[in-house]
C-alpha cells in the first residue's frame, strides 16, 4: 500500500484516486500519525501531500522526520517537498514571484520518476514558497523558468519532490510520474482489485459483527444497495434491511427494489409503507427547507420504531464513502473516526446505541460501483441516477397534494421511459421532472386549456458539485414533450431546464 500524509491540500482526493487507477491501495492519514503506526501499515512508499500553508511559518502542520529513514521512498508535492527539503537541513523561503498555473517544464536527463516523459513537457504550478537550498544528497532533476528547483531527487534515499501538481489533469504526464513513482520505484504490485477488496471486506465484516444482527437503512441508491449485499453475503439472514417508502417515490421504485432485493438477491429486507404519515405532515408546506426537516423527522421516526422491532440488533451499518471520510476531518488531521452524519439516518446510530458498520468507508464511487458489479449487483441498480431523500416533495414546488405527486410521477416516468429507450440514462448525472407552481393556458382540440406546466432537467456532472445541463437531442426532447402532454392529464405545457450548477442547483428546491 501506498501511505498519503494529508498536509491539507484541496487536491488529496485526486492523489489517491491517481495511485488507485494504478491498481494500488492507497490511504489517507492525518500527519499526526506515529512513526510506529506507519510501520505497522508497512506501506511500500510514502506521498506527502500538498497544502495551504508556508513550511517556515510556527504551527504549519509536520509530521517526524523519522519518515525519511524508514528506507521508504517519498514523494513530497508541493508543500510536501517543501517539507522534506527543511526537515533534511535545506531552506524553503517565500518567493517574491508567486508561480500559479501552466509552466514549462524542463528535465533534466537520468531521473527514474521522469522516465519515458519528454524533457520540456507542461506541469500545473500552484505556489508562493520556493526551495532556496537544498540538503546534501540532494540535486535539481526539473526546472521552469520562474522556479529553478522544480523537482528534486536524493538518489540513495529514493527521495523525490515535485514543486508542481502531478495529480491534476493540467499536468499532462502526471500520471506517468506517479506510476514511474509506484511500480519503478517503490515496486508496487497491481493488487488493488475490486475482488480482493470484497473478499476482505467480507472477512472484516464476519469478525467484527460475529453472531450479532445488523440493521441497514436500504434507500435503493447506489451506495447503500452495494452495502446491502455485502453484508447479506457476509452475514445472511443476520442482517435486517428498513427500506422506508415515504410516498414521495418515482413511479416503480418500490416494485423494483422489492423484485431485485427479495426475489433476485434474496435479502432479508422489510418494507414499511408510511406514505400518509409523510403526506399528512407535508400538507400545505411550501417551503423547501421546512419540507426537508420534516421528511427527515419522520423518516428518523419511522426508522427507529422498526428497528426496535429487531431488539437484539447491535449494529448500524451505512453505505459511508471516503470522501466523506476525509471531509469530516479538520484541515489538518483530527480523529479519523469522526464521520459525517449521513444524509437519512444520520444521529440515527447514536440514539439507538448502535455501533457503525461502514465497509464502502475507503472507496470512492466509482469503486462503488465496480465493487457492486463484482459481488453481482444489477446494473440498474448499479448505474442508477441519484435520487435524493426527500424524493419527489422538492420536484414539487410549492403545495404538495396527492394529485399533483400523482401528475409528477407520470410526467417522470414517460420521461424516464424516453431517455432509457434513447440510451441517456447512463450518460447523464440526473434527469427527472418537475412540477411547477403555475397554469398556463392551451389549446387543445377546439378547447382552450388552462393547466399546468412540467420543467425538464437533465444534468451531466462527476460528483454534483458542478453540472452542466444536458444537450439533449431535440427530437428526444420532442418526444418527451409530446408524451407528457398527451399522455398526463393536468399538463398543457413542457420547459426544459438550460441551466447550469453554478448558479442554479440541480434540484429547483
Ligand atoms: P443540488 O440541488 O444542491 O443537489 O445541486 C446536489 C445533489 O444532491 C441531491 N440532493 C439531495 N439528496 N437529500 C438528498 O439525499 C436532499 O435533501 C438533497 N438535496 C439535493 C441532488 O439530487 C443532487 O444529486
Redesign the pocket.
Known amino acids: 500500500m501506498i501511505l498519503i500524509i494529508d498536509f491539507g491540500s484541496q487536491y488529496n482526493q485526486l492523489i489517491a484516486r491517481r495511485v488507485r487507477e494504478c491498481e494500488v491501495y492507497c490511504q489517507i492519514e492525518p500527519p499526526e500519525i506515529s512513526i510506529e503506526s506507519i510501520k505497522s501499515l508497512n506501506p511500500q512508499g510514502i506521498i506527502l501531500s500538498g497544502g495551504p500553508a508556508s513550511t517556515y511559518e510556527t504551527g504549519s502542520p509536520a509530521i517526524s522526520a523519522d519518515i525519511f529513514h524508514l528506507d521508504i521512498p517519498v514523494l513530497g508535492i508541493c508543500y510536501g517537498m517543501h517539507f522534506m527539503i527543511q526537515a533534511m537541513g535545506g531552506i524553503v523561503e517565500h518567493s517574491e514571484k508567486r508561480e500559479y498555473g501552466f509552466a514549462e517544464l524542463s528535465l533534466a536527463e537520468g531521473s527514474r520518476i521522469f522516465a519515458g516523459i519528454d524533457p520540456i513537457t507542461p506541469c500545473w504550478m500552484s505556489h508562493g514558497d520556493v526551495a532556496a537550498t537544498l540538503p546534501e544528497g540532494f540535486q535539481v532533476i526539473a526546472s521552469t523558468a520562474g522556479t529553478p528547483i522544480a523537482a528534486v531527487e536524493h538518489p540513495q534515499k529514493k527521495l523525490f519532490g515535485l514543486q508542481f501538481h502531478p495529480e491534476v489533469e493540467h499536468t499532462p504526464m502526471g500520471r506517468e510520474m506517479i506510476r514511474n513513482f509506484l511500480f519503478d520505484i517503490c515496486k508496487c504490485d497491481r493488487t488493488w482489485t475490486m475482488k480482493s477488496f470484497a473478499e476482505e471486506a467480507i472477512r472484516d465484516i464476519r469478525d467484527m459483527v460475529g453472531t450479532k444482527k445488523v440493521i441497514l437503512g436500504l434507500s435503493g441508491g447506489v451506495d447503500s444497495s452495494v452495502t446491502a449485499l455485502l453484508l447479506h453475503q457476509a452475514i445472511g439472514r443476520n442482517l435486517t434491511c428498513i427500506f422506508v417508502d415515504n410516498g414521495l417515490l418515482r413511479k416503480t421504485e418500490r416494485e423494483k427494489l422489492r423484485k431485485v432485493f427479495r426475489q433476485h438477491l434474496r435479502i432479508n429486507i422489510r418494507f414499511v409503507n408510511a406514505g400518509n404519515r409523510f403526506l399528512k405532515a407535508l400538507t400545505k408546506v411550501v417551503d423547501p427547507e421546512k419540507k426537508?426537516k420534516i421528511i427527515g423527522r419522520i423518516f428518523m421516526d419511522v426508522f427507529e420504531a422498526e428497528a426496535a422491532k429487531i431488539p437484539d440488533a447491535e449494529f448500524l451499518a451505512q453505505g459511508t464513502l471516503y470522501p466523506d471520510v476525509i471531509e469530516s476531518r479538520s484541515a489538518f488531521g483530527g480523529p479519523s473516526s469522526v464521520i459525517k452524519s449521513h444524509?437519512n439516518v444520520g444521529g440515527l446510530p447514536k440514539k439507538m446505541k448502535l455501533k457503525l458498520v461502514e465497509p464502502l468507508k475507503y472507496l470512492f464511487k466509482d469503486e462503488v460501483r465496480r465493487l457492486g458489479s463484482e459481488i453481482g449487483l444489477p446494473d440498474e441498480m448499479v448505474w442508477r441516477q441519484?435520487f435524493?431523500?426527500?424524493g419527489l416533495a422538492?420536484r414539487i414546488i410549492g403545495e404538495i397534494t396527492r394529485k399533483r405527486l400523482e401528475m409528477l410521477r407520470e410526467a417522470d416516468d414517460l420521461l424516464m421511459d424516453e431517455i432509457r429507450k434513447a440510451g441517456f440514462y447512463r450518460r447523464l448525472w440526473?434527469s427527472f421532472a418537475v412540477l411547477l407552481p403555475l397554469k398556463s393556458v392551451g389549446v387543445m382540440g377546439d378547447h382552450r386549456t388552462y393547466e399546468h406546466v412540467i420543467a425538464i432537467r437533465a444534468v451531466t456532472s462527476l460528483d454534483?458539485m458542478t453540472a452542466d445541463w444536458a444537450r439533449l437531442p431535440h427530437d428526444l426532447l420532442s418526444r418527451i414533450s409530446n408524451r407528457i402532454i398527451n399522455e398526463v392529464k393536468g399538463i398543457n405545457r413542457v420547459v426544459y431546464d438550460i441551466s447550469s450548477?453554478p448558479p442554479s442547483?440541480?434540484?429547483w428546491e
Open positions: 426537508r444524509h441519484p435524493p431523500g426527500p422538492i440526473q454534483a450548477k442547483t440541480i434540484e
